[in-house]
């Protein structure tokens, strides 16, 4: 039997890569176009008016805040969508699929979301090339495989800002510098330009998604993991990158996105977006804190526990994200901690949220050398905003007790 272990007074939520509560500042903004300002933004009359303003005050908004033209924001329903037309897109309008002789090679990282993953198993399944580059102990991208797995024919790469399950944050600006100076040669070559995707939904509320210092030419947000509503999120798109369209229909969003806008989703988006760029720098410092705080105090609690992802405990390294936490404790099981934390009114989790029912040791956590016995032994903590100290010291006077009696009933 496990131990009773007393619960604590309040509820405390330490899950926020999987989803972030709705900011109240976001919803009185998105209010207005649920109930008065409902009008379809296609229509001619003053509702639709109103709302197709709203939506182009939005565009303005989050492409002034990324350094972008308002053209080059396309909406979308989430993150997943996002990704999928940026893949796709470019792969479906790339002339290396249709002149005889030639196919399309494409580029990502082993540890990206499987949205990333998935529509890279896709293409392979259509007999299209694919490259998966590995990634160090860390998690860090290797710079000199990915450059040795470019050939003529690689159109895309994709590698994602920030990695959701242990927090590594991936040389973007690196990769894009190199990219602009290999596509000059390519050019000269008469080769095909390589087009540079980030997947940055992790990334959107702790870092700078300027895309020119970035030099990326796609890339990926949602409002879910920034205190805005779910199924809502925007693909950047530089000007003169060539996408085709994932569906068809009345032609919104330059064609690429057709369907009657959510505008107060595209409005909540956008106050979100602004408002977690605007206090990024103030938040990471609180929030680096306290991951610090409850990094080093788990570490001296717990025997047989390994923290997954840079080894950091300082912003000064900057190479991993503020609010991330990612444990593998030997002799549990993760999903084990995450039913008795919830027994206790903690909310955690093993991994991403999208793989938490599959039960499958975290692919993430195999390509940075964890074994699968190990990948399932491992717990992620992920901090908001509306965390608080008092919080983590639940956590603390908590975790070694309930590890110390799931060691006792298997007997180590």
Known sequence: MISKIKK?????????????????????AMEPFLEKDFGNPSALYKQGRGARAAIGEARKKIAQTINAKPSEIIFTAGGTESVNLAIFGVVRSSPCLFKKGTEAHLITTAIEHDCVL??????????????????DSCGFIDMEKLKKSVRPETVFISVMMANNEVGTIEPIAEIGKWLRILNLDRQKRGLPRIIFHTDACQAAGFLDLNVDKLGVDLMSVNGSKIYGPKQTGFLYVRSGVNLKPLMYGGGQEKGLRSGTENVSGIVGLAAAFELVQKNKESENKRLGFLRDYLITKLQSKISGILLNGPDCVSLKDNNRLPNNINFTISGVEGEALIIYLDANRISASTSSACNTAVGDPSHVLLAIGRTSKQAKSSIRFTLGKMNIKAELDSLINLLPNLVESLRKVKGL
């Open 8 to 28: 604590i007074n309040r509820p405390v939520y330490l899950d926020n890569a999987a989803a972030t509560p709705l900011d109240a500042r976001v919803k009185r």
């Open 118 to 135: 998935k529509s890279f198993k896709a293409l392979e399944d259509e007999g299209l090339k694919t490259t998966f580059v590995p990634v």
